[in-house]
């Protein structure tokens, strides 16, 4: 399903994720509180097939600067456990090369709570970011600026916004084509992007991150 490394980087299985959670100040504590993950076809984001949830940590998570805006005990109450929707993620995710901006974190938290999940790969579009672009910031919602693509982000996510999960999971589903436009000068194979974007799948062999979360506004 996911796609041979000489075909065209834009008919492999690809799909954009984006986790919010409560903090790396959890540690191994850490819960996921909302996921949102964007199907690619032909390279561009599909919508219309796009899935995102709000889900119950199942214990209080206070008021915090770090956290995602609008997520507050009240909004999580009533959503499910992510327990209830393992099933919903292992037909969107496995057998697909998942895709994000720094990656490695989201997987990371992900792979901790359902190890069950198998997907291809990861895909990074912060990796490539890094080999193209130099004195500018590489965060998400600042290169979605510089590259000019907030407005196409506002219109294809109208109910989400910047730091929540589907806004950031769909700018990142923009993201990757303008890079890879910027990278070849024609059309990549899979094997071409996998080799300048890849990150390993084993949790192991990712560079951690230690460092406390910061506030997001």
């Not at 291809?120 to 590259?147: E, M, V, Y």
């Not at 907030?150 to 806004?167: E, F, I, K, Y």
């Given at each position: 399903?996911?796609?041979?490394?000489?075909?065209?980087?834009?008919?492999?299985?690809?799909?954009?994720?984006?986790?919010?959670?409560?903090?790396?100040?959890d540690r191994d504590d850490e819960a996921i509180?909302?996921?949102?993950?964007?199907?690619?076809?032909?390279?561009?984001?599909?919508?219309?097939?796009?899935?995102?949830?709000?889900?119950?940590?199942?214990?209080?998570?206070?008021?915090?600067?770090?956290?995602?805006?609008?997520?507050?005990?009240?909004?999580?109450?009533?959503?499910?456990?992510?327990?209830?929707?393992?099933?919903?993620?292992?037909?969107?995710?496995?057998?697909?090369?998942?895709?994000?901006?720094?990656?490695?974190?989201?997987?990371?938290?992900?792979?901790?709570?359902?190890?069950?999940?198998?997907?291809?790969?990861?895909?990074?579009?912060?990796?490539?970011?890094?080999?193209?672009?130099?004195?500018?910031s590489r965060a998400l919602?600042?290169?979605?600026?510089?590259?000019?693509?907030?407005?196409?982000?506002?219109?294809?996510?109208?109910?989400?916004?910047?730091?929540?999960?589907?806004?950031?999971?769909?700018?990142?589903?923009?993201?990757?084509?303008?890079?890879?436009?910027?990278?070849?000068?024609?059309?990549?194979?899979?094997?071409?992007?996998?080799?300048?974007?890849?990150?390993?799948?084993?949790?192991?062999?990712?560079?951690?991150?230690?460092?406390?979360?910061?506030?997001?506004?």
């Amino acid at each position: 399903m996911s796609g041979s490394p000489s075909d065209p980087w834009t008919t492999a299985s690809l799909v954009v994720i984006d986790l919010e959670g409560t903090g790396a100040q959890d540690r191994d504590d850490e819960a996921i509180l909302e996921i949102a993950l964007v199907p690619l076809v032909a390279g561009l984001p599909d919508m219309p097939t796009s899935y995102t949830t709000l889900i119950n940590p199942g214990r209080p998570i206070g008021a915090h600067p770090w956290l995602s805006p609008g997520l507050t005990d009240a909004t999580l109450r009533h959503a499910p456990a992510l327990a209830d929707i393992e099933r919903h993620l292992a037909d969107r995710i496995n057998a697909r090369y998942l895709v994000g901006h720094n990656v490695s974190v989201d997987w990371r938290l992900l792979h901790r709570q359902l190890p069950a999940l198998r997907p291809a790969g990861l895909i990074d579009t912060l990796r490539l970011a890094k080999a193209l672009t130099t004195g500018h910031s590489r965060a998400l919602t600042a290169l979605i600026h510089q590259l000019g693509l907030t407005g196409r982000v506002n219109a294809a996510a109208p109910d989400s916004q910047p730091h929540r999960a589907l806004w950031d999971t769909t700018a990142t589903a923009l993201l990757l084509p303008e890079l890879v436009t910027r990278r070849w000068p024609t059309a990549p194979t899979l094997g071409e992007l996998l080799a300048e974007a890849a990150l390993p799948l084993s949790p192991e062999k990712q560079p951690t991150a230690t460092a406390p979360q910061p506030a997001l506004f």
